[in-house]
T-cell receptor
Framework: GAVVSQHPSWVICKSGTSVKIECRSLDFQATTMFWYRQFPKQSLMLMAT?????????EQGVEKDKFLINHASLTLSTLTVTSAHPEDSSFYIC????????????FGQGTRLTVV | GNSVTQMEGPVTLSEEAFLTINCTYT??????LFWYVQYPGEGLQLLLK?????DKGSNKGFEATYRKETTSFHLEKGSVQVSDSAVYFCALSNTGGFKTIFGAGTRLFVKA
């Protein structure tokens, strides 16, 4: 099946620094990638949708200047949490899909971010 | 808009008990429906899916049937194991928005 790899799996950073999370589709071209955030014991909340070569579309309430999303190629999208603060600590999950492959999206293993 | 509602947890069962986790959805058009499982500290794994009405998805003893008339996609397993303890998410995706919309998740505990 289609594989999506997310890196790093976990990261600890100091408050005020920026952190970049990568999401790669390993064996297919991802025309669309999605970024989700999951708080402890809660569901996944969609943060943004990005199409290759276009600006990301952010969900209401998500700060685009704080969560920078780049989708420069058909196999890579990055999420950069800028000037991170403890309240940004969360589990971030990406997913990727190709419209030719149907409606299913394939998920990365997630990145646990802890801001201290 | 599209939404997914699933039964609140946690659900606690003894090993070999029958499991049902209810899921209903609201959507325009004809979405695909999914069940994902998340083990502690891990990402999501697709458990099963159904892409059209009356389809039955099945995997690892779990199954769910796409019921358009009741807009439901209930997850069932005849005999749960301790290793099934996890959080289960019902989700939908359609060709219009391409987004995957998740339910709140149901935490399952299975006791030996």
């Amino acid at each position: 099946g289609a594989v999506v790899s997310q890196h790093p799996s976990w990261v600890i950073c100091k408050s005020g620094t920026s952190v970049k999370i990568e999401c790669r589709s390993l064996d297919f071209q991802a025309t669309t990638m999605f970024w989700y955030r999951q708080f402890p014991k809660q569901s996944l909340m969609l943060m943004a949708t990005s199409n290759e070569g276009s600006k990301a579309t952010y969900e209401q309430g998500v700060e685009k200047d704080k969560f920078l999303i780049n989708h420069a190629s058909l196999t890579l999208s990055t999420l950069t949490v800028t000037s991170a603060h403890p309240e940004d600590s969360s589990f971030y999950i990406c997913s990727a899909r190709n419209s030719v492959m149907g409606t299913e999206a394939f998920f990365g293993q997630g990145t646990r971010l802890t801001v201290v | 808009g599209n939404s997914v509602t699933q039964m609140e947890g946690p659900v606690t069962l003894s090993e070999e008990a029958f499991l049902t986790i209810n899921c209903t959805y609201t959507a325009t058009g004809y979405p695909s429906l999914f069940w994902y499982v998340q083990y502690p500290g891990e990402g999501l794994q697709l458990l099963l899916k159904a892409t059209k009405a009356d389809d039955k998805g099945s995997n690892k003893g779990f199954e769910a049937t796409y019921r358009k008339e009741t807009t439901s996609f209930h997850l069932e397993k005849g005999s749960v194991q301790v290793s099934d303890s996890a959080v289960y998410f019902c989700a939908l995706s359609n060709t219009g928005g391409f987004k995957t919309i998740f339910g709140a998740g149901t935490r399952l505990f299975v006791k030996a």
